[in-house]
């Protein structure tokens, strides 16, 4: 049967690509960086919002060439930048770590008015001004002409705490080694850094005692240690490593073998007046110096000299014959 509107076979085809074009979504244009094949074949990387990982960070001023330094010059470019991170991150309070870096949050601690002191910005912020307190005395002491920013205000004292490991050492009485009788182990200590030593934390105060306020700003409930304080780096030096070396010396010699713990017993004697000094006493049987006369090794056994006149036997008399 013949149609009785006859199409051309031209028309036909025009018809039909545009029904074909009109039933399908015209795609976005493709971007210049998207996954197509570049002039070389190869296959282009897809273009992505997150930096690259090899992208250099460019910091303004900042060379990121570097010519051929000592091993001085490489230590100050270095603190240079460690510095000016340090004083960007305060600037702009960005010194909180993402979630995945940060470690676990200690148990909440409050001041006298109820407010807690150890807040995660509080923590962190420390932590940075601390590093930078070191950083710029550094830099100070090592790089001629350096001027600290001027931002910066010197701490008036720094501090550091030494731990005393008394959960591992349970038996070990730390707190009166490093104290001494009346004190005079710690005033020696800091007589000799020119630091200011504390014990502070667990079991500093005994039980039933009042806390002074400098006992009660500080955490109650933190682990037992020395807090070393001073107006300069040497001098809490010094006072960390004559702390460590008594807590080193007295979990390693055995009680009775402990030099330091003797001599503070001697001292305790002395200072109570019942210190009988051995040492320099005299024998009056031997004449060696050391020991008194009835623990003297060479006395004499006088039983064993007797002679009987009757028998002639050693040890009794002839009363006793």
């Given at each position: 049967?013949d149609?009785?509107?006859?199409?051309?076979q031209?028309s036909?085809?025009?018809?039909?690509?545009?029904?074909?074009m009109?039933?399908?979504?015209?795609?976005?244009?493709?971007?210049?960086?998207?996954?197509?094949?570049?002039?070389?074949?190869?296959?282009?990387?897809?273009?992505?919002r997150?930096?690259?990982?090899?992208?250099?960070?460019?910091?303004?001023?900042?060379?990121?060439?570097?010519?051929?330094?000592?091993r001085?010059?490489?230590?100050?470019?270095?603190l240079?930048?460690?510095?000016?991170?340090?004083?960007?991150?305060l600037?702009?309070?960005?010194f909180?770590?993402?979630?995945?870096?940060?470690?676990?949050?200690?148990?909440?601690?409050?001041?006298?008015?109820?407010?807690?002191?150890?807040?995660?910005?509080a923590?962190?912020?420390?932590?940075?001004?601390?590093?930078?307190?070191?950083l710029?005395?550094?830099?100070?002491?090592?790089?001629p002409?350096?001027k600290?920013?001027?931002?910066?205000?010197?701490?008036s004292?720094?501090?550091?705490?030494?731990y005393?490991?008394a959960?591992?050492?349970?038996?070990?009485?730390f707190?009166?080694?490093?104290?001494g009788?009346?004190?005079?182990?710690?005033?020696?200590?800091?007589?000799?850094?020119g630091a200011?030593?504390?014990i502070?934390?667990?079991?500093?105060?005994?039980?039933?005692k009042?806390?002074?306020?400098?006992?009660?700003?500080?955490a109650?409930e933190?682990?037992l240690?020395?807090?070393?304080?001073?107006?300069?780096?040497?001098?809490?030096?010094?006072?960390?490593?004559?702390?460590?070396?008594?807590?080193?010396?007295?979990?390693?010699?055995?009680?009775?073998?402990?030099?330091?713990?003797?001599?503070q017993?001697?001292?305790?004697?002395?200072?109570?007046?019942?210190?009988?000094?051995?040492?320099?006493?005299?024998?009056?049987?031997?004449?060696?110096?050391?020991h008194?006369?009835?623990e003297?090794?060479e006395?004499q056994n006088?039983?064993?000299?007797?002679?009987?006149?009757?028998?002639?036997?050693?040890g009794h008399?002839?009363?006793?014959?």
């Open positions: 049967m149609q009785p509107y006859p199409i051309k031209e036909y085809s025009l018809l039909a690509s545009e029904i074909n009109k039933s399908h979504v015209p795609r976005s244009p493709i971007a210049p960086d998207s996954s197509t094949n570049g002039a070389d074949g190869g296959r282009r990387k897809r273009k992505s997150w930096g690259d990982e090899d992208k250099k960070i460019y910091i303004p001023g900042v060379p990121t060439a570097l010519p051929k330094l000592s001085d010059q490489t230590d100050t470019y270095v240079q930048i460690r510095l000016e991170e340090i004083n960007r991150k600037r702009t309070g960005d909180i770590p993402p979630e995945r870096e940060r470690s676990p949050s200690p148990e909440p601690i409050y001041n006298a008015d109820g407010k807690r002191v150890n807040t995660r910005e923590r962190y912020r420390k932590k940075l001004e601390d590093e930078r307190h070191k710029i005395d550094n830099a100070i002491k090592n790089i002409g350096f600290p920013p001027l931002d910066y205000k010197r701490p004292r720094l501090q550091e705490k030494v005393i490991p959960k591992e050492f349970p038996e070990i009485n707190i009166g080694l490093l104290i009788p009346r004190g005079n182990t710690l005033k020696g200590m800091e007589s000799d850094s200011k030593i504390s502070r934390g667990r079991g500093s105060v005994k039980e039933g009042s806390r002074t306020d400098a006992a009660s700003s500080s109650p933190e682990d240690h020395c807090l070393v304080m001073a107006d300069t780096e040497d001098k809490v030096k010094k006072a960390v490593k004559l702390i460590e070396k008594i807590i080193e010396t007295s979990a390693s010699t055995p009680e009775g073998q402990n030099e330091l713990k003797r001599n017993l001697r001292e305790l004697a002395a200072l109570n007046g019942t210190l009988r000094d051995d040492e320099n006493q005299t024998c009056l049987n031997c004449g060696a110096i050391g008194r006369r009835y003297c090794p006395r006088l039983t064993v000299s007797l002679t009987c006149r009757i028998c002639n036997g050693h008399t002839a009363r006793d014959c």
